[in-house]
Nanobody
Framework: QVQLVESGGGLVQAGGSLRLSCAVT????????MGWFRQGPGLERAFVAA????????YYADSVKGRFTISGDNAENTVYLQMNNLNPEDTAVYYC??????????????????????WGQGTQVTVSL
């Protein structure tokens, strides 16, 4: 059983930075495909970033490309989301998710919420003007 616990959210001014953490228990993080999703007020949960087995490949939503970086650390068994140059449109609850299966990902599969079988409880990020 994989468990995910997010932390690092908070209130930040536009242009600022935050680093979110997702602590993983039950499996080695490098053996999982991991994703970050976010859900803004009145919006559906949307893909933000993903990282594949052994941290080999990373993928980003167009809206965060160049500003956000996903990474993993085996020693901490944690996945991070470094968020720079934040703007009010980034305000959302951010969720960490994992795909613990061995099924191959086809192109774009990293965006599909239903392919992730474990989810954290979420952490709030609020960006003010």
């Amino acid at each position: 059983q994989v468990q995910l616990v997010e932390s690092g959210g908070g209130l930040v001014q536009a242009g600022g930075s935050l680093r979110l953490s997702c602590a993983v228990t039950g499996r080695t993080v490098s053996s999982l495909r991991m994703g970050w999703f976010r859900q803004g007020p009145g919006l559906e949960r949307a893909f933000v970033a993903a990282i594949t087995w052994n941290f080999r490949n990373t993928y980003y939503a167009d809206s965060v490309k160049g500003r956000f970086t996903i990474s993993g650390d085996n020693a901490e068994n944690t996945v991070y989301l470094q968020m720079n140059n934040l703007n009010p449109e980034d305000t959302a609850v951010y969720y960490c998710a994992s795909d613990a299966s061995n099924a191959a990902w086809l192109p774009g599969h990293y965006r599909i919420k239903s392919l992730y079988d474990y989810w954290g409880q979420g952490t709030q990020v609020t960006v003010s003007l």
